[in-house]
């Protein structure tokens, strides 16, 4: 499974747009990739998926360059309820691989 | 359709007893994940399970620790023995069968073990 590197933690203002960029050089030709959102004492949210281009829905959008070596996920106008860690995952396009979570982005929103 | 249920919310145990964690699935999914997070760490995964089969439990100790996920009835995560590392809050998610679904997680199970 490709491996994914994302800052630590990020600050923002309420109405600000947040980008959070992750690296993912050895992904692999089938691999999509997936963000998910965790609010403490919760489970993980999926977000957004996408496999190459543009992505985009009521949430958020997901920019993916032609290499696929990094994503990055986009939040507009970000509030105060969007404090939470985000997680980038990639993964193969198959039924019976486990997803992996590394440790993820804090995003914590003043206002 | 009701999401994914976990329980109990919390459960206390002290060292040495058994520690039991139930995971209903939502509707209509066959696969079921458990994840272990400590504090201000992220998602450990832990085991991969299907009906009546463990696909990968590549994340799961190998001592004191099984999973299960019966033909009817919810999944279990069994803890045997606990210590106080145990302590943690244990996910459990599901997607529908096929390749590439998106995982659906539970509120999860708090252990803490005295």
């Known amino acids: 499974l490709a491996k994914t590197t994302q800052p630590i933690s990020m600050d923002s203002y309420e109405g600000q747009e947040v980008n959070i960029t992750c690296s993912h050089n050895n992904i692999a030709t089938n691999d999509y990739i997936t963000w998910y959102q965790q609010f403490p004492s919760q489970g993980p949210r999926f977000i957004i998926q996408g496999y190459k281009t543009k992505v985009t829905n009521e949430v958020a959008s997901l920019f993916i360059p032609a290499d696929r070596k990094s994503s990055t996920l986009s939040l507009p106008r970000v509030s105060l309820s969007d404090t939470a860690v985000y997680y980038c995952?990639?993964?193969?396009?198959?039924?019976?691989?486990?997803?992996?979570f590394g440790k993820g982005t804090t995003l914590s929103v003043s206002s | 359709n009701a999401g994914v249920m976990q329980n109990p919310r919390h459960l206390v145990r002290r060292r040495g007893q058994e520690a039991r964690l139930r995971c209903s699935p939502m509707k209509g999914h066959s696969h079921v994940y458990w994840y272990r997070q400590l504090p201000e760490e992220g998602l450990k995964f832990m085991v991969y399970?299907?009906?009546?089969?463990?696909?990968?439990e590549s994340g799961m100790p190998k001592e004191r620790f099984s999973a299960e996920f019966p033909k009817e009835g919810p999944s279990i995560l069994r803890i045997q023995q606990v210590v106080r590392g145990d302590s943690a809050a244990y996910f459990c998610?599901?997607?529908?069968?096929?390749?590439?679904?998106?995982?659906?997680f539970g509120s999860g199970t708090q252990l803490s073990v005295l």
């Open positions: 995952l990639v993964g193969p396009n198959q039924a019976g691989t486990a997803l992996i």
């Open positions: 998610a599901s997607s529908p069968p096929g390749p590439n679904e998106k995982l659906f």
């Open positions: 399970l299907q009906k009546e089969n463990i696909i990968d």
